[in-house]
């Protein structure tokens, strides 16, 4: 009997060191969540299997975080060796404490990793320590950071853009033209209402301003253009359509109808740039669209000598989860939000031109127009939205592409100008707010969306899939009865528990029938 454990346990440590040498050249996890969200994705493996030269990354990291910030340190240990094994041995990291030593503090400082105070309850004590969370990238004299990893949602995607900022040659450009982008703050100074979104920006590409009137650089391929409320001039029509004609991308972000929700009135907007687009085969109808799936806004109530703020729902803030999940820029975006957006004609495309609408409002929304733009809160206080709103879904956005004719063909004042372009994109959204600072641009997936369609109009569409990794939102519908709800919710509530007590019934049941066994062996 002695022999024949002897011999078992042999056996068992056999089987591990052979599994663990096998560890070394070999990886494989495995992932049941879907999307194989704990796994390096496609774009990831690709981006560091095509390294040439010797990455280091230095992970500085306190010893001794708190349990809420461990969880982070283990999780990107776990992911920077996934990039390892598939490096190819390329890619070394290591794991550094500066606080350890001073050298390794201006080590730290010197790469651009700082500490950050946290307000930490240890012990029964609050107390504030200083840690670090950073990452350092270093490649051919060239370095990248990320400063502070705050939580373990997207950091996958930020280490690979990271890697692909380091090893390529040149980033791509992008032109933006937003002419009313700039606000006064409160003592007057100018103020780009578009910070979120330049930043983003810039960590993908070279951005540059643009007022279109001198021709684009011809070594940008790709445009955003947003915010217009007015007329361009002539020469900025006619050097955006050259734009488009020798091959560039363009997408806009642009209000039809302009609304406030503070003033609760709305007006058409009277530019030149709507007739410009309908030569592309692009319509805009001037209206908003209401939708029962909907934001708040907080409106002021009187109670004595009390003013309150109570939330109620505003159906010109549509809460978007209709998408059209063929297209890459958003197939996998669950949800995002608007604001007085309008519709697009989705009969009135060009010949020549392919048109794939992106996102659709629900099938609770309503159409209102012109000239007298009901808007008003109180028109939709106290109602119930989805019979109200009774008209279909309505496009919001979507990419025309293809071969687009020119606006200015045959005009004998540009006689030198192209008169068709080849392979070109339209990204058209109509709504300018989304953004915006102080709107649309708060909302993660708005950017997320807004960057997916730089890349698809720029032709690079190897970060889409991996900036919405992990993004998933799952409302209950609209129309749901409120027995329904409270049915969902104590299930919800319950059903974990039940499951968790079975399973610990199995488990309880199959230790004891082994128990058994064994003992009757033995005796």
Avoid at 275 to 301: M, P, T, W
Wanted: with cysteine; hydrophobic share 40%; net charge neutral.
């Amino acid at each position: 009997m002695k022999k024949s454990l002897l011999i078992n346990v042999v056996v068992i440590l056999a089987i591990i060191i052979f599994v663990n040498m096998l560890s070394v050249t070999m990886f494989k996890r495995l992932d049941f969540s879907k999307g194989k969200l704990y796994s390096l994705s496609d774009t990831s493996k690709e981006t560091v299997k095509a390294i040439d030269d010797r990455i280091v990354i230095k992970a500085y990291f306190s010893e001794n975080l708190p349990p809420q910030y461990a969880d982070a340190r283990r999780y990107t240990e776990d992911l920077l060796a996934e990039y390892q094994v598939y490096s190819k041995g390329k890619l070394r990291f290591e794991f550094i404490d500066p606080a350890s030593a001073e050298d390794l503090k201006a080590e730290a400082t010197k790469n651009m990793i700082h500490p950050v105070q946290m307000q930490i309850n240890e012990n029964d004590k609050m107390e504030i320590r200083e840690i670090y969370m950073g990452l350092a990238f270093l490649y051919q004299g060239k370095s990248e950071t990320i400063p502070l990893v705050q939580k373990t949602q997207g950091l996958e995607y930020d280490i690979t853009l990271k890697l692909k900022n380091l090893v390529s040659d040149e980033q791509k450009k992008v032109a933006v033209f937003k002419p009313e982008s700039i606000q006064r703050d409160m003592f007057g100074r100018p103020k780009d209402n578009y910070g979120t979104l330049n930043a983003l920006i810039n960590e993908n590409y070279t951005m540059e301003d643009v007022d279109l009137e001198s021709p684009i650089d011809s070594s940008i391929r790709t445009m955003l253009v947003t915010g217009i409320n007015d007329s361009l001039t002539t020469n900025q029509l006619y050097n955006l359509d050259q734009f488009i004609m020798n091959g560039g991308s363009v997408a806009f972000y642009q209000d039809r109808v302009k609304a406030s929700v503070q003033t609760q009135q709305a007006e058409e907007i009277n530019s030149n740039i709507f007739d410009f687009l309908a030569g592309y085969g692009i319509k805009v109808h001037s209206n908003v669209v209401a939708d029962a799936e909907c934001g708040q806004v907080n409106i002021s109530r009187r109670q004595g000598f009390f003013t309150t703020q109570t939330p109620v729902k505003y159906p010109f803030i549509p809460i978007l989860t209709n998408f059209n999940m063929e297209n890459s820029i958003v197939k996998n975006i669950d949800v995002m939000t608007l604001i007085f957006a309008s519709e697009l004609d989705t009969t009135y495309v060009a010949e020549g031109i392919n048109f794939q609408p992106l996102i659709y409002t629900s099938k609770h929304s309503k159409r209102i127009g012109a000239p007298r733009f009901d808007i008003a809160i109180n028109s939709y206080m106290n109602k119930d939205l989805n019979v109200m709103l009774n008209e279909g879904p309505a496009c919001v956005a979507g990419v025309y592409s293809g071969s687009f004719k020119s606006n200015f063909a045959g005009n004998s004042n540009f006689p030198n100008g192209k008169n068709e372009s080849v392979g070109s994109h339209i990204i058209y959204v109509a709504d300018t707010d989304i953004l915006l600072d102080n709107a649309g641009a708060g909302t993660k997936t708005n950017m997320e969306f807004a960057l997916n369609s730089l890349d698809y109009i720029s032709g690079d569409a190897s970060l889409i899939d991996l900036r919405s990794r992990g993004t998933e939102y799952k409302p209950l519908k609209a129309d749901i009865t409120a027995k329904q709800r409270k049915m969902i919710k104590w299930t919800n509530i319950l059903l974990p528990s039940f499951i968790l007590m079975l399973v610990g019934l199995v488990v309880s049941r199959v230790y004891a029938n082994k128990k058994k066994m064994l003992e009757a062996m033995y005796e």
